[in-house]
C-alpha cells in the first residue's frame, strides 16, 4: 500500500493524519485515495478550509457516505485534502492554508474548490480523489491539472456525511489520472444507469467555444473532432438563446441565496475570520431573501427544460470546460475575480441544470498547459458519460 507522507505539493491537511484502511478484498483493493476536507471521516474534525470552522465543530460521528464506499470497494483512505476557504472559490486559493501546487502547470493555481483533491491525483500521490462541485468545484481544478473529472448528475451520489453549501447544486466528484481508474471509481460511486441507450449524436456549443480565449479554442480542435468521430453524428448548438450570462447571473443568484441560509446562524455566533474574497461574498449573500430568488428558479426551469430538450435520451454537448488558462498564483484580487466570473459563465450550464458533465484530459497548449474538453449529458446518464470518456482515452 502506497501512503502519501511526503506531500510537498501542500495537497494534504497539515496535522493529524487521516489514515484509514479499506477492506481487503474489493474492486478498488490496493489503491490509495484522498477525500476533500469537507467530507466527514469518523473521528476527525471536518474541517472546511477555516480555522475557526475547525475550532467550532467536533469530531465526525460517522464516515461520509462517498468515503464509506470507497473504503467497502477495498481503497484505503490517506489523507484529507485542501479546498478553498468553506468551499467558496474557483481556483485554489486558501489565505490560511496555503495553495495546493498545480502539478501539471507549476506557477499557475490548481482550480478550486476541490484543488488538495486534484493536486494529490496530477501529483501522483494518490490514485483518485473525491471532491465537491456546485459551482465547478470539481471540473476546473480536473480541466486545470490535467485529469479526469465527473460533476454528476444532481443527486445521483448521495450527499450524507457532506458539508454542503448550496443544496440544489452541491453534488459528490471525483478524480482520476486515467480512464481506467475513472471507469472503476464510476462502478462503486455511481448508481445504474436506467433509461438510456448508447449517446449518438454530439452537439457542439457555438456559444461557448465563441467566448473562450483563442489559446483555449485552438489547443482543444483536434479533441472536439475526436469527439465527433467517436459518434455516430455531430452538429452545432447555440445552448443558450438568451446568452450565457443571463443563465450565470441567475444561478450566482440562487447559490448567494444558499450560501446565506447555510453559513448565516454560524457566522452570527462565531464571528469567524475570512479571507477577503470570502468575507465579501458572504457578506453579499446575506442581502439575498425570498423573493429575490422567484425570477432565477424560474430561469432554472427554462434552462432545464431547454437542455433536456436537446439531449433527449441520446445526446452529448461538447464544450470547453473553462474559458482561460489558469492564472498565475501571484494573480491580483481583480484579476481572481475576473477569472472566476469567466469560468461561471460556462460552470453554470451543467450547474443550473442539474446535468452530469466530465472533464476530459485531452488537450493541452504547446508549453504543456492543459486544457480541458467537457462533455455534458442526458439527466442520469453518467455512466454513459464514462463510457465514452473510455473510448475516447484509447482513440487519442
Not at 506531500?7 to 494534504?12: I, K, Q, T, Y
Not at 490548481?110 to 471540473?139: C, E, F, I, Q, Y
Not at 471507469?183 to 462503486?188: K, P
Not at 433536456?308 to 452529448?316: A, E, K, M, N, T
Request: hydrophobic letters at 45%.
Amino acid at each position: 500500500m502506497r501512503v502519501a507522507m511526503n506531500d510537498e505539493l501542500g495537497a494534504f491537511v497539515a496535522g493529524t493524519p487521516v489514515v484509514v484502511a479499506g477492506a481487503r478484498t474489493g474492486t478498488l483493493a490496493g489503491w490509495t485515495f484522498a477525500a476533500k476536507d469537507l467530507f466527514d471521516v469518523q473521528g476527525h474534525v471536518t474541517g472546511c478550509g477555516n480555522p475557526d470552522w475547525l475550532r467550532t465543530h467536533a469530531p465526525a460521528r460517522r464516515s461520509a457516505w462517498a468515503v464509506d464506499r470507497l473504503l467497502a470497494a477495498g481503497a484505503t483512505l490517506v489523507g484529507k485534502t485542501v479546498t478553498d476557504e468553506i468551499s467558496l472559490g474557483l481556483l485554489g486559493i486558501n489565505r490560511f492554508y496555503g495553495t495546493p501546487v498545480n502539478p501539471r502547470a507549476v506557477g499557475r493555481v490548481p482550480g478550486g474548490s476541490s484543488s488538495g483533491s486534484a493536486s494529490a491525483v496530477a501529483g501522483g500521490l494518490v490514485d483518485m480523489s473525491l471532491g465537491t462541485d456546485s459551482g465547478g468545484s470539481v471540473r476546473v481544478p480536473a480541466s486545470y491539472t490535467g485529469l479526469y473529472g465527473l460533476r454528476p448528475t444532481h443527486g445521483a451520489i448521495p450527499v450524507d456525511g457532506l458539508m454542503t453549501q448550496a443544496p440544489s447544486f452541491d453534488t459528490v466528484g471525483f478524480f482520476a489520472p486515467d480512464a481506467a481508474r475513472f471507469a472503476a471509481l464510476g462502478d462503486v460511486l455511481l448508481p445504474a444507469s436506467v433509461g438510456h441507450g448508447a449517446l449518438t449524436e454530439v452537439l457542439v456549443a457555438t456559444d461557448v467555444f465563441a467566448v473562450v480565449d483563442g489559446v483555449v479554442r485552438n489547443a482543444l480542435k483536434d479533441a472536439v473532432e475526436s469527439v465527433r468521430a467517436a459518434v455516430a453524428r455531430s452538429s452545432d448548438v447555440v445552448l443558450a438563446p438568451d446568452g450565457l450570462a443571463h443563465w450565470c447571473s441567475n444561478q450566482r443568484t440562487l447559490q448567494f441565496f444558499e450560501f446565506g441560509r447555510t453559513f448565516a446562524e454560524w457566522v452570527d455566533r462565531v464571528n469567524p475570520t475570512f479571507s477577503f474574497e470570502v468575507g465579501r461574498t458572504l457578506a453579499l449573500a446575506a442581502r439575498f431573501g425570498d423573493a429575490d430568488v422567484v425570477k432565477p428558479n424560474a430561469v432554472r426551469a427554462a434552462a432545464r427544460g431547454r437542455l433536456d430538450d436537446l439531449l433527449g435520451d441520446s445526446r452529448v454537448i461538447c464544450l470547453p470546460t473553462t474559458p482561460q488558462l489558469p492564472v498565475h498564483r501571484d494573480a491580483t484580487l481583480s484579476e481572481m475575480a475576473l477569472a472566476c466570473d469567466r469560468i461561471i459563465e460556462l460552470t453554470c450550464i451543467a450547474g443550473l441544470t442539474g446535468l452530469p458533465q466530465v472533464n476530459l484530459p485531452l488537450a493541452s497548449t504547446a508549453d504543456g498547459v492543459p486544457v480541458g474538453l467537457s462533455l455534458i449529458g442526458p439527466r442520469g446518464a453518467d455512466r454513459r458519460l464514462l463510457e465514452l470518456a473510455s473510448l475516447l482515452s484509447v482513440r487519442n
